[in-house]
């Protein structure tokens, strides 16, 4: 059974960091894209940032480029966002996504989401 498990979110202040990561299950880590998305509320889910399952390049949205930076470790199947100066447009849940390199496939899974608010 895949499970993708998301942590690290809560409360923080305008200006503030937090570290989300999310450790995989279940599948081969290394066969994976990962990428987190967001949902705030009463918008559509945007994709924040991604990293290539090779490569290990990296892209982000406009709106958090900069100011987060996403990585992974093979070793432990996990990817980790640090988001930086943020602030209230920030606030979302956000959620852990693997797709598969093979296209082919068409395996994709989610992680159960993680609220993040900023606020003061």
């Known amino acids: 059974q895949v499970q993708l498990v998301e942590s690290g979110g809560g409360l923080v202040q305008p200006g503030g960091s937090l570290k989300l990561s999310c450790t995989a299950s279940?599948?081969?880590?290394?066969?994976?894209?990962m990428s987190w998305y967001r949902r705030a509320p009463g918008k559509e889910r945007e994709l924040v940032a991604s990293i290539d399952a090779f490569s290990y390049r990296t892209s982000y949205a406009d709106s958090v480029k900069g100011r987060f930076t996403i990585w992974k470790d093979d070793v432990r199947g996990r990817v980790s966002l640090q988001m930086d100066s943020l602030n209230a447009h920030d606030t979302a849940v956000y959620y852990c996504h693997a797709r598969h390199t093979r296209a082919i496939s068409g395996a994709v899974y989610w992680g159960q989401g993680i609220q993040v608010t900023v606020s003061p």
């Open positions: 279940g599948l081969t880590f290394t066969d994976y894209h």
